[in-house]
């Protein structure tokens, strides 16, 4: 049997809605804010009536099943429940818009923003796409030296980062829980294992203020570090995250790494 | 080279050709256990295992000194020398709350644990297992009953009440200090949260039973007591400690507003009108300014509990945390159990001088040069002046200005049984809108808290403080909604109507036509 090209449309859209919050709220695990949920459905249903109503004979069929419940005596009763469920249904959308809303103010920022390509940082002006970490080639030239540095990053690294990102990099030091957004969590894969060092020394050393204003820089508690550690205390500690974690920096392109 | 591993490495021998015997039965392997050490532990707990890593200074509590050997949450008796190799277990794996320690069990498997324990042990050279075990006898089960009198003998010749205070808030304001002469608070009762093994009647019990061994909180098993407690009685006192946790004061992480209430009578002016209890309350949690200026790593004061009530002319705000010491400088009793410098204790709250339009809000950190913020300012007072309470414009934490003249903003608190309450009021809308916050109902305005901890030395910059939160004016009930979804209701209706008439009227123009 052919499935009616209303209900055709009236089934995508439905498809639609769940698999937004399917999503979001199970997949990705943040629920999504009303408000975005109603501009991409807008859009959606624009683009199923675009596309069910291509030619003249589409539109036809869509319409079709409306026409007849209006028109056609036999769909009364029909008639008039859609007639008393539509006002119904609008009156409650509007007394529920006009209700005080008590829910906080959705707020949506960028975790990880585009690093600008240089900044100021030590009273210098760096260039962030040429930065590579000074330390970095002990790894291989050097390797007690290079232990000698980790080692020396652990200790920065106890002293100022662990009270948010925790001892164990998991971003649930004692403070975090007080903290919104919380501490990064670095054992995750998705933080400074997809990151360069350059970046993490941008992140580092200018801190919540560094950021760019898609990342809401008034709320991060990222302290900036240029004001309290050394430049080499920042390279160190970096060299640090990445050894305990066991995750490798991102390079510029797999001709460089190693370098 | 004769350095401190390569003693280490010859005491480890003599010590294995001694006592392999006995290491042998443990499962444990030393060498494993100090690889383990060297990367997970040693950073805080030192590479003597003496406590004394670089972040000491920084860490209330400060890490423990392994080579001592003595352990706070054990469960062997309370005249062993030694733990329960299961209760330095439970300490790895679980971590210790409200300190530095994490829970490692996430992180190292049991064999992990188990060699890192060895290794922990052999600091103290902790051998062989404890002389005695706490008798647990029968746990009496919580009741009414067993809670009142676990209540009587509490307060009884002060048993308890000495230290932990009246009300359990750790406000028995006595000076104390554990064996490496570091300062130590009583353990606020009602706060579970901190409890570094659990609040749990059988480990309260452990606790009363065996004492905090290295700290003063001494054994109430020990017959020598003039204190001491059967067993029956000590399940009691447990029951009653537990009964005394905070069940509404509490952070709820996924509370982000205080929810200002439209009040029915005049707005309360005292922090202590019964209205105030009577409302829904917010609690954050507050941690250390680590962020900007003169740092503070180990403050005191670690949740606030806000309420808001609102009129047609002023908005009324209730500040509530607990503080186990009344700072008032110049009093003798104030200064003679405060850490070194006494301050007042004071506490503000944080808000932006105009409602943000945007996502856009000031530095969470007293703003900064482009969006200032005004600070509601109260403290305690000295011996010499009254309690005081302004406004401070700011524009970043080094960058403060108290005001002369604060308009009609008042601020006044109390104190009881290790409690801080204070209540600041201000007009909804002032006459300087360029630098006064004006509230609407309603609209969500941004909103945090800091506070300072005078007999832990807190002043300045050095203070706790919250992230960003939310003050709603919440708006009394109104028929509005009701109206509003009336009317579009009876609109769609009409037009539907209308719509279905002219297509009947169509439908049987169709058929005639047909016919």
Redesign the interface.
């Given at each position: 049997m052919r499935i009616p090209k209303l209900l055709q449309a009236v089934l995508v859209l439905v498809f639609v809605y769940y698999g937004f919050i399917v999503v979001f709220d199970y997949i990705l695990g943040a629920v999504i804010p009303r408000s975005l949920l109603t501009m991409y459905m807008f859009f959606a249903t624009a683009g199923v009536f675009m596309v069910f109503t291509f030619d003249e004979q589409g539109a036809h069929e869509l319409v079709a099943p409306i026409k007849a419940m209006v028109e056609q005596p036999r769909f009364r009763f029909i008639r008039n429940l859609v007639f008393l469920i539509i006002p119904i249904a609008v009156g409650y959308n509007v007394y529920g818009r006009t209700l005080p809303s008590f829910e906080a103010p959705v707020e949506l920022r960028t975790i990880h923003p585009a690093p600008p390509s240089t900044a100021k940082i030590y009273g210098n002006r760096v260039n962030l796409l040429t930065l590579e970490n000074p330390f970095r080639h002990t790894q291989t030239d050097d390797p007690e030296l290079f232990a000698e540095y980790v080692a020396e990053g652990a200790e920065v690294y106890i002293m100022n980062c662990q009270y948010c990102h925790g001892d164990k990099l998991d971003g649930k030091g004692p403070f975090a829980e007080g903290l919104n957004p919380t501490p990064l969590n670095f054992q995750d894969i998705g933080t400074i294992a997809q990151l360069q060092e350059s970046y993490l020394f941008w992140r580092i050393t200018t801190g919540g203020p560094g950021l760019p204003q898609e990342a809401a820089p008034w709320i991060s508690s990222m302290p900036v570090w240029q004001d309290f550690l050394s430049v080499d205390e920042v390279w160190k500690v970096i060299l640090f995250l990445y050894d305990y974690t066991g995750h490798e920096p991102r390079s510029w392109g797999e001709a460089d790494a190693g370098h | 080279m004769l350095d401190i591993r390569v003693l280490k490495a010859l005491a480890l021998t003599f010590f294995l050709s001694f006592t392999a015997g006995a290491l042998l039965a443990q499962e444990g392997d030393l060498d494993r256990g100090e690889e383990i050490y060297i990367?997970?532990c040693l950073?805080?707990h030192g590479e003597d295992g003496d406590g004394l890593?670089?972040?000491a200074e920084?860490l209330n509590p400060p890490p423990r000194d392994f080579s001592l050997g003595l352990y706070k949450f054990v469960t062997s008796g309370f005249d062993a020398d030694m733990p329960n190799d299961g209760d330095m277990i439970r300490m790895i794996t679980d971590g210790m709350p409200?300190?530095?320690?994490?829970g490692?069990g996430d992180?190292l498997s049991e064999q992990d644990i188990l060699d890192v324990l060895v290794y922990i042990k052999y600091f103290a050279e902790l051998e062989d297992e404890p002389e005695t075990q706490t008798d647990f006898g029968v746990q009496v089960a919580s009741s009414p009953e067993s809670i009142a009198a676990g209540r009587v003998l509490f307060e009884e010749n002060d048993r308890c009440t000495e230290c932990h205070g009246a009300e359990g808030r750790g406000d028995g304001i006595k000076r104390l200090r554990d064996d490496n002469g570091d300062r130590t608070w009583p353990r606020n009762l009602t706060k579970p949260w901190t409890f570094r093994a659990s609040n749990d009647p059988r480990d309260i019990f452990a606790r009363i039973s065996i004492g905090i061994p290295t700290t003063q909180m001494p054994s109430f098993a020990d017959p020598a007591s003039n204190k001491s407690l059967t067993i029956e009685e000590r399940w009691n006192v447990a029951n009653y400690v537990a009964s005394l946790a905070k069940t509404e004061e509490v952070?709820n992480?996924a509370n982000?507003?205080v929810?200002g209430t439209r009040a029915e009578g005049a707005l309360p002016t005292t922090p202590d009108d019964e209205i105030w209890a009577s409302l829904k309350s917010s609690t954050?949690?507050?941690?250390?300014q680590?962020?900007?200026g003169e740092r503070f790593?180990t403050t005191a004061n670690d949740t606030i509990t806000v309420r808001a009530l609102y009129d047609d002319a002023k908005v009324a705000i209730h500040l509530e945390w607990d503080d186990r010491t009344k700072s008032i400088p110049g009093d003798a009793k104030a200064a003679s159990i405060a850490d070194a410098e006494l301050y007042e204790d004071a506490v503000a709250i944080q808000l932006p001088r105009e409602i943000p339009t945007g996502?856009?809000?000031?530095?969470?950190?007293m703003g900064?040069g482009t969006?200032p913020v005004n600070l509601w300012r109260w403290s305690s007072g000295s011996t010499d002046k009254p309690e005081s309470a302004g406004i401070v414009d700011a524009m970043g934490i080094e960058d403060q200005q108290p005001r002369g003249d604060s308009g009609d903003f008042q601020a006044t608190g109390s104190f009881l049984n290790g409690t801080w309450r204070v209540v600041m009021t201000r007009s909804l809308r002032t006459s300087a809108p360029e630098t006064d916050l004006q509230f609407e109902e309603?609209r969500?305005v941004p909103i945090s808290f800091f506070a300072w901890d005078g007999s832990n030395s807190e002043t300045g910059t050095g203070h706790s403080m919250?992230?960003?939160y939310?003050l709603?004016l919440?708006?009394a009930p109104s028929m509005?909604?009701?109206f509003?979804?009336?009317?579009?209701?009876?609109l769609?209706?009409l037009v539907?109507?209308w719509?279905?008439a002219k297509?009947?009227a169509?439908?049987r123009k169709?058929r005639d036509d047909a016919a």
């Open positions: - | 990367k997970r950073q805080c890593g670089p972040a920084r409200g300190t530095a320690m994490p490692w992180m952070v992480p982000f507003v929810q954050f949690m507050m941690v250390p680590i962020v900007g790593f996502m856009e809000k000031p530095y969470f950190l900064d969006d309603g969500f919250t992230t960003w939310w709603q919440k708006p509005k909604p009701i509003y979804g009336a009317l579009a209701g009876l769609m209706f539907l109507i719509w279905g297509g009947a169509r439908g169709a």
